[in-house]
């Protein structure tokens, strides 16, 4: 790499960082402006965004970057005559100003040297027009608001009503990325000066060691030396003729003098290096554990790292939905392992949309329960005990645990029976079941049932849990995890002649019971500890090991083992001790093995899994699977009707279904598809909305209101993208409801897969 090149890296490395600051600075601004505070605060607020796009203009100059500088300008257009009062503050401004940092943001994660330009460049010179539109209403547009002030109204200009009333093809090209979070993966990384002082004075205490190892092998080899010539005396004595008299014992005399000397010079060296080496060991260990607590401390950052983008992402979900909302941020100072923000940034993006399409309610429902209009979804993190306690909570109408349950029901978790039993705890707690979902409909959002397994998924793999809490109030969910990934206590656990890890903190108890203390309850064995009943499992048969020949001495070693509040007592070979246990992950290649979520290198060199408390206690519960008859009968292949006037697009969807393996027939519009559902039977409709002759809301309603058809699955597949659209697709009794310009056949695939069985 030449040093042009080099020096490219290092300015657009340190722009980019810049480049973050900047962008938050305003996008909380921009937010906070949205709230309409007072005039006052308003010209406050404006001044700060002003200057940050200012100094990012400048910065985007620099690194030649002209998308990012040009869009800069048209901000500080808008801004300028914000300070001035005239800008309409109307809701499509707010939508461009969004869409413009999205891109700016999109722009900046994609700059690398030599990298090949972002999709969102092409789209900063209509959004720079677009903000020039608003930036050169005029006084005669001004809709100057705040809370307390008296708003003023003034009629727009012919222009400035066209504008309103007509989008310019500038605005329809936009796609707002979703770019919400700050990435942390990037290949930087700020450090505190005093961090790295610490650092620093670690390393340099370390220089001693090195004179004391060169000690240490000057001794080693002046023993060695000594070792040479003992042996060597001893070979002489080996060599002497045999003799008589004086002369004979004068020489054995002398040699055995020599070899007295030197085995005293060896033992005293010896002991120099022994006691060297007692020393060295223990400055060692002092100056390891010092240095990697060290080094572990410089990976902390703060919890607002991961937030950055979190108001634009509860603005956006909110404005899809039809809700309003507010996000209160506390303990945001809180540090904690950027390697586990990075792990965690997901799970609140599902929990915070969950919050929001699951909790909080309409404007209108809010009012009419005497709560305000707008709710509040709040983020918490706070250490707990050496551990990070995240939770994120809404003030919206609670969790519907008959709703719960029947989707349970409907998805096969448990049947009706054994949901009618479940206590509350147990009924929230199918929540977190994959694919299990209470929505009405699947669309971008929700409906897939998968998010809330994702976030347990990902915190059990930290080595943490999750809990939910709910009432009419609010619901709460609390993530609790580790503050860093580093070494852990771990007990060894023999099982099926293999050794396996488990953490000290998922112990609850380690003892050895009477084989004859085992009794069965149903179809599962049960053991009394101090009194109460657990369910017992040998750990190799959950983990599905050949078992090995046990002791027969009348007792059985246990590990009494919990997690998320369940308990469960698993019987062992024996245990092999305890240890500091440095956990590896398992890659990409085995991130879904069941029971496991790392390994680690023992004290003597050996390989040893990392068991998964939470997911081994699954397992346990899991009834054992059916027998399947070899010789089942092959299935018969779904039928799918496919509706859409395009022919591109029929014969796109034709072509995915046929390659998942599904039989599709196409019709041309909402009458043939009506006609074909009438004579031929389907097991699914997929349907375009806009069509002539009848559409696909048309046809959905035709096909809830016949008797016939009335329980045939939905999907909708359409460009029409606003909330009144989802909503009426709700109306008109659609399963599913798929935006084409963030179509995923993927996604579609599992939709059909779940609503076809």
Not at 198 to 214: C, D, I, R, T, Y
Not at 281 to 307: C, N, T, Y
Not at 599 to 627: C, E, F
Request: aromatic share 4%; glycine share 8%.
């Amino acid at each position: 790499m030449d040093k042009d090149t080099e020096f490219r890296r290092r300015l657009i490395s340190t722009f980019k960082a810049e480049a973050q600051e900047h962008i938050s600075t305003i996008m909380a601004g921009v937010i906070e402006l949205e709230r309409m505070p007072p005039v006052e605060v308003q010209m406050e607020i404006v001044e700060t965004v002003f200057r940050e796009a200012h100094s990012l203009k400048g910065a985007a100059r620099a690194v030649g970057i002209p998308e990012i500088e040009s869009l800069c300008q048209a901000l500080e257009g808008v801004f300028s005559q914000w300070k001035m009062r005239r800008i309409n503050q109307s809701r499509d401004l707010f939508d461009v100003i969004c869409a413009a940092m999205d891109t700016v943001r999109s722009i900046v994660a994609s700059t690398e040297t030599g990298a090949e330009p972002c999709p969102e460049r092409a789209q900063a010179a209509g959004l720079a027009k677009e903000l020039d539109s608003f930036a050169s209403g005029g006084p005669s547009v001004m809709t100057f608001q705040g809370r307390g002030q008296e708003v003023i109204k003034r009629p727009p200009s012919p222009d400035q009503a066209a504008l309103e009333e007509a989008k310019t093809p500038a605005r329809e090209a936009i796609k707002r990325p979703a770019q919400y979070p700050r990435d942390l993966s990037s290949d930087t990384v700020r450090v505190s000066t005093g961090k790295l002082g610490l650092l620093l004075m670690q390393a340099e205490e370390m220089l001693p060691l090195k004179s004391v190892s060169s000690l240490n092998s000057a001794l080693s080899a002046e023993i060695e030396g000594m070792l040479k010539d003992l042996k060597d005396e001893l070979g002489r004595y080996g060599r002497l003729p045999a003799g008589k008299g004086a002369a004979a014992s004068q020489d054995t005399g002398e040699i055995f003098s020599r070899v007295q000397a030197r085995l005293k010079a060896m033992d005293e060296a010896t002991r120099a290096l022994s006691r060297s080496s007692r020393q060295h060991g223990r400055a060692l260990g002092r100056m390891i554990d010092g240095l990697l607590e060290e080094v572990k401390q410089s990976m902390l950052m703060p919890f607002s790292s991961v937030l950055d983008g979190f108001p634009m992402l509860l603005r956006d979900i909110c404005r899809k939905k039809g809700k309003e909302a507010d996000l209160v941020i506390t303990g945001e100072g809180a540090e904690i392992d950027r390697r586990i923000l990075e792990e965690i940034k997901d799970p609140l993006i599902h929990l915070v949309r969950n919050c929001v399409d699951h909790g909080i309610e309409r404007p209108s429902e809010r009012e009419g329960k005497g709560k305000p209009r707008r709710g509040t979804v709040a983020i918490t993190m706070a250490h707990l005990e050496g551990k990070a306690e995240v939770t994120v909570s809404d003030d919206g109408g609670g969790i519907d645990m008959e709703k719960v349950k029947a989707a349970a029901v409907k998805n096969g978790v448990v049947d009706g029976a054994e949901a009618a039993e479940l206590g509350e705890e147990e009924a929230l707690s199918l929540i977190f079941h994959s694919g299990l979902s209470t929505s009405h409909i699947i669309t971008d959002l929700s409906g897939r049932g998968l998010g809330l397994a994702i976030v347990r998924e990902k915190i059990e793999r930290l080595g943490g849990s999750v809990t939910v809490e709910s009432s009419p109030l609010g619901t709460k969910f609390r993530l609790f995890m580790p503050l860093t990934i580093a070494t852990f206590r771990g007990i060894l656990a023999l099982a099926g002649g293999q050794t396996f890890i488990i953490p000290v903190s998922s112990v609850e108890r380690t003892l050895r019971v009477k084989a004859s203390e085992l009794s069965s309850a149903g179809n599962r064995e049960t053991v009394y500890i101090h009194g109460e009943p657990y369910s017992f499992a040998w750990l190799d048969a959950v983990l599905e090991i050949p078992p090995r020949p046990r002791k027969n001495d009348g007792f059985i070693t246990m590990l009494l083992l919990a997690s998320g509040g369940r308990k469960m007592a698993f019987g062992i070979d024996e245990m092999a001790g305890e240890e500091e246990i440095l956990v590896k992950g398992l890659g990409p290649q085995l991130a879904l093995v069941r029971n496991i979520s790392g390994a680690a290198i023992l004290g003597d060199g050996r390989p040893a899994p990392l068991i998964n408390v939470p997911d081994l206690l699954r397992s346990a519960m899991r009834p054992s699977p059916s027998i399947v008859p070899l010789e089942a009968a092959e299935p018969k292949a779904i039928s799918v009707l496919v509706a859409e006037d395009s022919i591109t697009s029929r014969m796109l969807l034709k072509n995915i279904l046929e390659s998942a393996g599904y039989s599709v027939r196409t019709a041309v519009d909402g009458v043939d598809a009506y006609t074909l559902l009438k004579t031929e039977p389907f097991d699914l409709l997929v349907s375009d909305i806009e069509m002539p002759r009848m559409d696909g809301f048309e046809l959905t309603s035709k096909v809830r209101n016949d008797k016939a058809l009335s329980e045939l699955p939905v999907v909708l597949v359409t460009a029409l993208e606003t909330r009144e659209d989802r909503e009426k697709g709700i109306e008109s009794g659609a399963n599913a409801y798929i935006v084409k310009s963030s179509f995923n056949q993927n996604n579609l695939l599992e939709i059909i897969r779940r609503l076809a069985g």
